[in-house]
């Protein structure tokens, strides 16, 4: 609302049009700081969208309220939310009622007839359905739903761009190749209800890996995946590596539960099932992950870094299959 001191000492604001009556008409947030920065008008429907009484905060400084408190604080817009493919920029995500909304912001000079600026009009678009409907969108598009991991098309996009900031700047990075050892084994034994699981697993194991929003992880195919790990050399890779492996291996005794329900009763089908997926001991039929490493080096093509790390991933299961069925 406008005060009685502010349409006093301000009336040149609204001289030529109905500045007042055209805010209050708008679906948005329209707020106006004189040059202290101070609030001296808000319109009629700032109150609803930022869940505030703003009357509370008139004469006082924007950043009292809490919406730009926390703005001016945490803005920060998880890259995935910057890169949607429409013209939404998202300014400011602000939990309202517990829920995350989604803003977009524009600021305005207000000038008189000499062109000295006497105020700012703030403009503020909550446009939480559209960035919802997007952010579906592009799950829908880019995220394969069997393993939950981004897809092959995200890999290859990602690592463009990971690759031209290394050679820009001298940054580090590798990938990791992963393919699930004897595959096709569990699914000629237990069909493809159980391949999915494990292939559930093997991408629930690779995201308790990652480093959050930094790395990432993808499903590359069938039952091969990729992680891309910016800023990370080779050899830190291999600490990435042992963790995904790990994962994999504390996890799987629960995932072969959904697979074989009565897998702790003794009887022969039961037995057989178990023998047949190798879950004692060592041999060439053992379930379990191989993993190939490869680190840009530059001038590295993404082709040949792929090329690397496919082949260190056959190295790595050539070595299981070789221990397994010798041991």
Do not use: W
């Amino acid at each position: 609302m406008v005060s009685e001191s502010f349409a006093n000492s301000q009336k040149d604001l609204f001289k030529n049009i109905e500045i007042k009556d055209l805010l209050n008409s708008l679906d948005e947030v329209a707020i106006i700081t004189d040059n202290e920065n101070k609030i001296i008008f808000y319109n009629s429907i700032t109150p609803i969208i930022l869940s505030a009484d703003i009357e509370n905060y008139l004469y006082k400084k924007i950043d009292t309220i809490p919406y730009f408190e926390n703005l001016l604080k945490y803005n920060k817009i998880p890259a995935e939310i910057k890169d949607l493919p429409t013209g939404y920029k998202v300014s400011h995500i602000y939990k309202i009622g517990g829920k995350n909304h989604y803003f977009e912001h524009e600021n305005v000079d207000i000038y008189d007839e000499t062109g000295t600026s006497k105020a700012t009009l703030f403009l503020i678009r909550d446009i939480t359905k559209e960035i919802e409907v997007e952010i579906l969108l592009s799950l829908e598009i880019n995220v394969d739903k069997l393993s939950g991991l981004y897809n092959s098309k995200c890999f290859y996009e990602d690592l463009e761009k990971e690759l031209s900031r290394c050679s820009r700047y001298g940054y580090d990075l590798s990938i990791l190749f992963i393919d699930i050892n004897n595959f096709k084994h569990i699914n000629d034994i237990l069909g493809h209800i159980a391949g999915d699981e494990i292939i559930k697993l093997t991408g629930k194991s690779l995201l308790m890996s990652i480093r959050k929003n930094v790395d990432t992880a993808y499903r590359y195919g069938g039952d091969e995946f990729v992680m891309i790990l910016p800023n990370t050399p080779a050899k830190r890779a291999t600490i990435v590596t042992n963790r995904v492996l790990s994962n994999f291996k504390n996890n799987l005794a629960e995932a072969l539960k959904s697979i074989i329900p009565d897998i702790d009763n003794n009887t022969d089908s039961i037995k057989f099932k178990a023998s047949a997926l190798n879950l004692n001991g060592n041999n060439p039929n053992k379930i379990g992950l191989s993993i190939g490493i490869a680190e840009y080096k530059k001038g590295k093509s993404a082709e040949q870094l792929i090329n690397e790390a496919d082949h260190a991933m056959y190295e790595a299961k050539k070595e299981f299959k070789e221990k397994n069925f010798f041991s």
